[in-house]
T-cell receptor, first 113, second 116 residues
Framework: AQSVSQHNHHVILSEAASLELGCNYS??????LFWYVQYPGQHLQLLLK??????LVKGIKGFEAEFIKSKFSFNLRKPSVQWSDTAEYFC???????????FGTGTRLQVFP | DGGITQSPKYLFRKEGQNVTLSCEQN?????MYWYRQDPGQGLRLIYY???????QKGDIAEGYSVSREKKESFPLTVTSAQKNPTAFYLC???????????????FGPGTRLTVT
């Protein structure tokens, strides 16, 4: 069965620290990859997505993610986090042989001033 | 102002009662989805519908039922057969997944259901 793994369940950082959240998926075929973010009390919203082309994808609020096909990974990065980045982050995969978006278990990020 | 609305935001029910959660979208999306979110488990797909009058079971459909009589609406009924119904329920919609370039799911604000 297809699956998505987010190994960091809870990350605590100070403002200005760099962030990298891991995401690995199990499907070997063509995929679309997504990172969603859920700020406290707000809707789940799209941070960035990969469809094809440049494996380095830039999203909103200074986030970026790199698709490494050989490692089945799509890690999320931000060079310098802010307190306002405190949220839960979800990686998701849409495979070409299903129409279902498979989500990881999420990573809770807390940023302290 | 386009988007997805879910009502109510909080819902309380007694065990043994069926309850229906509302989801409406005005984005003109063909596809709609219901997810359940539990702490540490991410989002799990309950049901999805790619077109009016058609829907498919997701990964955890047992104890739930849906209907899709209108493009804009995709209500979810949590039946008394659902063993652990207390959770946060999210509705989403999207364009057809055949358009991979533009595909993304848009989410509503969620309904928190508590069953005692």
């Amino acid at each position: 069965a297809q699956s998505v793994s987010q190994h960091n369940h809870h990350v605590i950082l100070s403002e200005a620290a760099s962030l990298e959240l891991g995401c690995n998926y199990s499907y070997g075929g063509t995929v679309n990859l997504f990172w969603y973010v859920q700020y406290p009390g707000q809707h789940l919203q799209l941070l960035l997505k990969y469809f094809s082309g440049d494996p380095l994808v830039k999203g909103i609020k200074g986030f970026e993610a790199e698709f490494i096909k050989s490692k089945f990974s799509f890690n999320l990065r931000k060079p310098s986090v802010q307190w306002s980045d405190t949220a839960e982050y979800f990686c998701a995969v849409l495979s070409y042989n299903t129409d279902k978006l498979i989500f990881g278990t999420g990573t809770r990020l807390q940023v302290f001033p | 102002d386009g988007g997805i609305t879910q009502s109510p935001k909080y819902l309380f029910r007694k065990e043994g009662q069926n309850v229906t959660l509302s989801c409406e979208q005005n984005l003109n999306h063909d596809a709609m989805y219901w997810y359940r979110q539990d702490p540490g488990q991410g989002l799990r797909l309950i049901y999805y519908s790619q077109i009016v009058n058609d829907f498919q079971k997701g990964d955890i459909a047992e104890g739930y039922s849906v209907s899709r009589e209108k493009k804009e609406s995709f209500p979810l009924t949590v039946t008394s057969a659902q063993k652990n119904p207390t959770a946060f329920y999210l509705c989403a919609s999207s364009i057809s997944s055949t358009d991979r370039v533009n595909y993304e799911q848009y989410f509503g604000p969620g309904t928190r259901l508590t069953v005692t």
